[in-house]
């Protein structure tokens, strides 16, 4: 019997197994609801674990929130790392945002509770591509019309606001009968235009 019991028990995840389980559960939720209205309690439920182990692994709430946060900008930051180029990794980063909605969502919801000023300073996938614009640039031996800064600034507001409000945007405009393919690949083409100003003279 005791065999049997034990048997039907869920097998022990490791430590980064549970932190990385945490850190979705946490993103999953803060893009659900206001950060104030998500508890410890309700991040252990979701990702099946101890409360206690939230505070062992990350001490707080608040670390956990810049743990999710961190994971899907690194996951931005590899695309933007792996580009060929700039001006042809348009589409791959404009991807790659699209697919962490969640994240978009927690910075929204983050800013709009007054949380975001807690959050860490900087954003290494932004600083990556102005790095990038700016390598490429003295390569071609051009200086862009426009400081890359500003242009990454304007690509990533385009990029994070069709995220978020894209199919009402859509909506607004009378595009939301056209297929999400030739929408998002039009937009690919503005980014690409937009990228070129920060390299191109």
């Not at 990385?20 to 609801?33: D, I, K, M, S, Y």
């Not at 608040?62 to 999710?68: C, D, F, H, T, V």
């Not at 019309?145 to 607004?172: K, N, T």
Request: aromatic fraction near 4%; hydrophobic fraction near 45%; include cysteine.
């Amino acid at each position: 019997m005791a065999a049997e019991a034990g048997s039907s028990r869920r097998p022990r995840r490791s430590r980064e197994e549970v932190c990385q389980t945490l850190v979705e559960a946490a993103a999953a939720l803060l893009a659900e609801r206001a950060s104030g209205r998500v508890t410890v309690r309700d991040i252990a439920a979701r990702a099946d674990v101890n409360p206690a182990l939230v505070h062992r692994y990350f001490g707080a709430k608040q670390r956990l929130m810049r743990a999710a946060m961190e994971k899907s900008l690194r996951t931005i930051t590899t695309e933007i790392d792996e580009m060929a180029d700039v001006l042809q990794g348009a589409e791959d980063v404009f991807r790659a945002t699209l697919a962490e909605k969640e994240l978009i969502a927690f910075l929204a919801r983050s800013s709009l509770d007054g949380v975001l000023p807690d959050l860490p300073a900087g954003n290494p996938a932004m600083t990556r591509l102005v790095q990038r614009f700016e390598a490429e640039g003295e390569e071609r031996g051009t200086r862009g019309r426009h400081d890359p800064h500003v242009v990454v600034a304007c690509l990533s507001c385009l990029a994070m606001g069709y995220a978020l409000f894209g199919q009402f945007i859509r909506r607004g405009m009378g595009l939301d009968g056209e297929p999400d393919e030739t929408v998002e690949a039009a937009i690919v083409e503005i980014m690409r235009d937009m990228a070129g100003s920060a390299i191109h003279e």
